[in-house]
């Protein structure tokens, strides 16, 4: 990032790190009036707390919701922990609402997907973009700020590519963005630390690199918050009519699974205590069949639609129909799923235009040969 002057008081061009842009008004505001102040937390395992010795006290949101309770001056302070890991901006723009917005308005989200997003810049764009957008259209008043954490792909003195696809939605939409890597990256540059004691496998920082994490956010929020003017919630920046990929997730979303039609064959399950489940917090409940010709039907308005599966150790082979296409089949067996269940997207290619979809889909009875099994475990519909 370009070593220049932040424009903000209390940062200064050592922070290069961070690029304050539009800021955090609505905190602002909140901080200089009255009411109470929701926070929420969106992104993978790193947000969840992963690495740290315990994720509610520790991690970097843990420790900067201490922080906000403190600075807050005991005002009430809620904070929404919708981390999950292995989730990439594109589940993330699906989760938006059940995880974050279902609980009323949101005064600040931080979003952190730079890690797990994959190197399609296309569909990075969707994911981001959407969660701005869908942010912006049903929580208007909310502060955004996306955060970068550190991995070997994103400790560079170049912007790495993730990054650098990120930063261009927070530009358009002038988001703020602190750049954890970047911070972590002048410091090994100047032989403070090693990135290996922060993160002994490369991703997960331990309690010392979220204790590091927290402190360059820290110096950001005591900037935009605390050391200059408050700003009125009137200088919120509106919503750009023209986003900046068409077929973004700004209506991405997921449903109970209930809302589609299922044959004779599935019944309702929740995993039990000794089935193993990573990569998720939320209620395990789900349809699940394992015999051949097990299907379901369901519509939806959108120009995409999906399914988030619950899979694992048995896992089979599930094919899908859209508007009377010939059908698909997918294999949706990892490596992850010899040793646990977690959730796992299955979208469907994305129609041209926004219109009804009617999808089918059905167990084919076949199964990866590393599977113990031919379950279909469907725990959400998705929909955008």
């Avoid at 167990?363 to 113990?372: F, H, L, P, V």
């Amino acid at each position: 990032m370009p070593d220049t002057d932040t424009g903000v008081p209390g940062l200064t061009p050592g922070h290069a790190w961070i690029v304050p842009r539009m800021g955090l008004p609505r905190v602002c505001a909140k901080r200089a009036g009255d009411g109470d102040v929701t926070v929420a937390f969106l992104g993978g395992s790193i947000t969840e707390g992963a690495g740290a010795s315990a994720a509610d006290e520790t991690s970097w949101r843990a420790l900067t919701e201490k922080y906000l309770r403190k600075r807050l001056d005991g005002r009430l302070l809620r904070c929404i922990n919708a981390g999950v890991g292995g989730t990439d901006s594109t589940l993330g723009a699906h989760r938006l609402r059940e995880h974050v917005l279902r609980e009323g308005q949101v005064d600040l989200l931080f979003v952190e997907f730079s890690v797990n997003d994959g190197e399609d810049r296309e569909e990075s764009l969707r994911g981001m973009e959407g969660i701005v957008r869908q942010c912006r259209r049903l929580s208007p008043a909310t502060d955004l700020c996306f955060i970068y954490t550190g991995a070997e792909k994103n400790l560079t003195s170049l912007r790495p590519f993730n990054i650098a696809v990120h930063e261009e939605v927070a530009e358009h939409y002038g988001i703020p963005s602190i750049n954890f890597a970047a911070g972590v990256y002048g410091l090994i540059q100047e032989g403070r630390v090693e990135w290996g004691d922060l993160a002994p496998d490369g991703y997960h920082p331990n309690d010392e690199g979220h204790a590091r994490y927290a402190q360059f956010l820290r110096e950001y929020l005591d900037a935009a918050l605390f050391a200059g003017k408050s700003v009125s919630s009137g200088q919120i920046r509106k919503l750009p009519g023209e986003p900046l990929i068409a077929g973004n997730y700004e209506h991405a979303a997921m449903l109970i699974y209930e809302a589609a039609d299922y044959s004779e064959h599935f019944r309702i399950r929740k995993l039990r205590p000794n089935e193993p489940l990573m990569n998720w917090r939320y209620s395990t409940e789900h349809v699940f069949a394992e015999a051949s010709g097990a299907s379901l039907t369901f519509q939806v308005e959108g120009r995409g639609a999906g399914m988030l599966l619950l899979c694992g150790p048995d896992t089979g082979i599930l094919e899908y129909s859209v508007n009377g296409a010939p059908y698909v089949a997918v294999n949706p067996f990892d490596d992850w799923c010899i040793g646990a269940y977690r959730p796992v997207p299955v979208l469907f290619p994305a129609l041209e235009h926004y219109g009804e979809l009617q999808v089918k889909g059905r167990n084919t009875g076949r199964k990866d040969e590393r599977s113990k099994g031919t379950g279909l475990r469907i725990l959400k519909l998705l929909t955008s």
